[in-house]
């Protein structure tokens, strides 16, 4: 189906009034923040559990110039990594909390009917369901190669930055940009 500008217009004015309905309910922070944290908080799970594995499976061995090999020795950098990536998920989800709180202070009717808040919803859980599984990936092929989990930081921070410029055009594509600006403030005023 394709959306037309009266379409996009149409939509937009629900939007709106949707915002101005003075007799909606508040947004629950909770709610916000477990539609803020789901997606980061998944890879970093995966993360965690990947790096559990591979501290469960070391067995120190004797190295090249005859010493016996520590468990942050061999995965340092390994460790490291996977703990930045934790950090970055948790940045990234607090990052998320302020679009959340936006999306949930529309009324459930409002989002429902919404077009453009429809398509931004399929896009969004495509993406986070391809970076997602995109790190699951990385985390499964550690479990061979622990090594590999060096690069969980970069992966999460490039999966982020990939989904915020796709969903970010299709909001300029769209042009509701000021609306979700309204949103934003009107979420920090709560």
């Known amino acids: 189906m394709t959306i ?23 947004v629950s922070p909770i709610q916000a923040l477990k539609i803020s ?11 965690a559990i990947s790096v559990s594995w591979a501290i ?3 067995t120190p061995h004797i190295d090249h110039f005859d010493n016996m090999t520590t468990l942050t020795g061999e995965y340092g950098f390994v460790l490291a990594a996977c703990a930045l990536a934790i ?3 948790l940045f990234i989800g607090a990052s998320l909390y302020g679009p959340a709180l936006a999306y949930l202070s529309l009324s ?34 550690s479990i061979k190669f622990p090594s590999v989990l060096v690069i969980s930081p970069f992966s999460i921070i490039v999966s982020f930055l990939i989904t915020q410029g796709v969903v970010g055009a299709e909001v300029s594509r769209y042009g ?8 934003n403030k009107l979420a920090k005023k709560i």
Do not use: H
């Not at 009917?113 to 699951?136: A, D, E, P, Q």
């Not at 509701?176 to 949103?183: D, E, N, R």
């Open 37 to 47: 944290m789901l997606w980061p908080l998944s890879c970093a799970a995966v993360y």
């Open 176 to 183: 509701i940009s000021a609306i979700f600006g309204k949103l």
């Open 108 to 141: 459930k009717e409002a989002r429902d009917k919404s077009l453009i808040i429809g398509r931004l919803k399929k896009v969004t859980m495509k993406l986070g369901m391809f970076f997602l599984v995109c790190n699951i990936g990385i985390a499964v092929f």
């Open 56 to 58: 469960y499976n070391f």
């Open 4 to 26: 037309t500008q009266a379409d996009v217009n149409k939509d937009i004015c629900m939007l709106a009034s949707s915002i101005e309905d003075e007799n909606r309910p508040l």
């Open 87 to 89: 950090v970055f998920c």
